[in-house]
C-alpha cells in the first residue's frame, strides 16, 4: 500500500540533495569542536537568525531543555503557555534536569499576551520563586500551527525585558511560520533572546536541531549538551542535511501551507469541523464524532495515517512528502470513513 503520512512533519525522507551531501560530507570529531561540517552548520543558522553562536543539538527536545538548562537556576519560574511543547510533550525533562517549575498561562491560539504575564508575576520575595524566563512557540504546535506575528512578539518582548525576564523561543517550525507571515524568519527571531529552530520539521532533514544566542550563552549551553548525553562524535553526516534543508526547502513550504489550506476547505465541504488558526500553516485539527483513535485506525485501512491529538481530534500535517495527488487521496478517505 502507498501511504499518505499526514501524522507529522518529522515523517520525510531525506532528499537526494541531502543524502549526496551526507555521504560527501567532510567531517571531524565535534566533541572537540572538530567537525568541519557541524561548524558551518552552527555558523550558518547563527547567521540566518542574526544570532552571535549556533549549537547543533541531536533534537529539538534537547535543545530546548538545553536552554532552560543554560538560563536557568535550580527552583526557578518559567512563564510559558500551557500547550506549549515544551511542558506538554517533553516527559517533563525541565523538572528533572534543571529542577526548574513552570508556570503555566493561557493565551489565544499559544500566544502569551503581556498583561496575562504581568497578571502572573509575583513580588520578589523568599516565599517565591525566582521569575527568570519566559518560553514562546512559533508556529505553535498544539493551536494547529498558528503563526505569531512579528508584533505579538514584540510586544511580549519589551514587556519581558522590563521585568528582568529572558526570552527563549522555540522555534521548532519558525520558517513556516515566516513563509505564512511573509516575513524574513530574523525578523521574528529578533523578539527573543534564544532560539531552537528544528531541522527535521518543517525543514525535512533526517535529524537535529540548532539552538542560537549570544556568544557566552552557547558555550553554557555546550556544556549541558555533553551532560544529556547529545555530544555526537562525527555529525557532520547529519549537519550536512541540515545545510541542504536550510536552502532547499524553505521556498517549498508555501505548498505545504496551500495543500493544508485544501485539505481543511475540503474537509469542511464534507461536514466536518477542519480548523485552521488566523495565520494558518501545514496543520490542520480535525474534529470527529467518534474517539479519534478509533478513526485513525479506519483511516489506516485505507493508506491514511493521521494522529489523534486528542480523544475526538485529529491532526493532519502536510511536508514535503505529500503532494497533491496524496491530499486528494486523504479527502477522498474522509469522504469514505465519513458514510
Known sequence: MQWVDLRSDTVTRPSPAMRKAMAEAEVGDDVYGEDPTVNRLEARVAEVLDKEAGLFLPSGTMSNQAAILAHTERGDEIFIHRDSHAYYYEAGAAAMWAGATFHLLEGEEGCIAPETLRNALRPANFHHPRSRLVIVENTHNRSGGAAHRADQMAALFAFSREQGLKIHL???????????LGVPIASLASYADTVSLCLSKGLGAP???????????????RRYRKALGGGMRQAGILAAAGLVALEETPPLLVHDHRRAARLASALRELGFHASQPHVPTNMVLVAVDAPAARWSANLRTMGILASAVAPNRLRLVTHRDVDDDAVERAIAAFKAAAR
Do not use: H, Q, Y
Open 170 to 180: 522555540d522555534g521548532a517550525r519558525l520558517f513556516n511560520a515566516a513563509i505564512a
Open 207 to 221: 535529524v537535529g536541531s540548532v539552538l542560537v544566542g549570544p556568544r557566552n550563552f552557547i558555550a553554557t549551553a
